[in-house]
């Protein structure tokens, strides 16, 4: 990026992804609590964000309560994770760590699984911050199924959710690193923490900032 911050000292943003009921909420939670503990400066984020007016229609659209193209959503999404991305440079820039509880892979994921082509979906991510780390948290799509049961919302259904799970494994790269989320929830917890915090080392260094699907 070209602002002279590279270099400097900064927050780590890292984000959670896996399928519906991988763990991502109950993880990101925890995490927080043992950042803090530690010492550092850390908050937690999840997209969609549901305060913001872009919010409420995708929240209204995740509820059945109202119909948009699969286009239309895809890029709400999008606007959701666009009109917070000032505020997520500076508090990252300001040593803030964010732990993001799903991103632009859950965005593109969902969207390819339903058939939309998976570069016209990365389009509107570019320009994004780039996350330092992507933990996947890796479960079946049946044993995720099992947990508590799908609630109400769209895409709660086992075989969306395995077409989707394809569609992440698409999206791997660098930054990804896959934790089994079949383990006990304290063990997965605890390689969490192990990987966030090599990550968080790693940003204090002063790693640089880059943009998604830029490199
Ligand atoms: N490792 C685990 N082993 C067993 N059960 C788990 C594990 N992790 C989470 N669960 C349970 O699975 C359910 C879903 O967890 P959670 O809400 O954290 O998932 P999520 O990934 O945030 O789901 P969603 O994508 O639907 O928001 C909860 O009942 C939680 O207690
Ligand atoms: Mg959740």
Redesign the pocket.
């Given at each position: 990026m070209e602002n002279g911050a590279t270099g400097s000292p900064r927050g780590a943003l890292v984000v959670l992804e896996?399928?519906?009921?991988?763990?991502?909420?109950?993880?990101a939670s925890g995490l927080l609590t043992y950042l803090e503990g530690q010492g550092l400066s850390a908050e937690l984020w999840r997209f969609p964000d549901r305060n913001t007016c872009v919010g409420q229609m995708i929240s209204s659209y995740l509820s059945n309560e109202s119909e948009l193209d699969d286009r239309t959503i895809h890029l709400l999404f999008s606007a959701n994770r666009w009109e917070k991305r000032t505020l997520m440079e500076s508090k990252l820039r300001s040593g803030t760590t964010l732990i993001v509880?799903?991103y632009s892979y859950s965005g593109v994921a969902f969207s390819s699984a339903k058939g939309l082509d998976i570069e016209w979906c990365k389009g509107p991510e570019k320009g994004l911050l780039a996350p330092d780390l992507v933990a996947y948290?890796d479960v079946p799509p049946e044993k995720a199924a099992e947990?508590?049961g799908y609630g109400g919302e769209r895409y709660?259904q086992l075989e969306f959710q395995k077409k989707v799970a394809q569609h992440y494994e698409m999206l791997h790269d660098l930054t990804w690193k896959t934790v089994d989320?079949?383990?006990?929830?304290e063990e997965?917890a605890k390689q969490l923490r192990e990987i966030v915090m090599d990550c968080v080392a790693n940003c204090q260094k002063g790693k640089p900032l880059v943009e998604l699907w830029q490199r």
């Open positions: 896996g399928l519906d009921r991988s763990g991502k909420t109950s993880q509880d799903r948290l947990r508590g709660e989320a079949c383990l006990p929830m997965v």
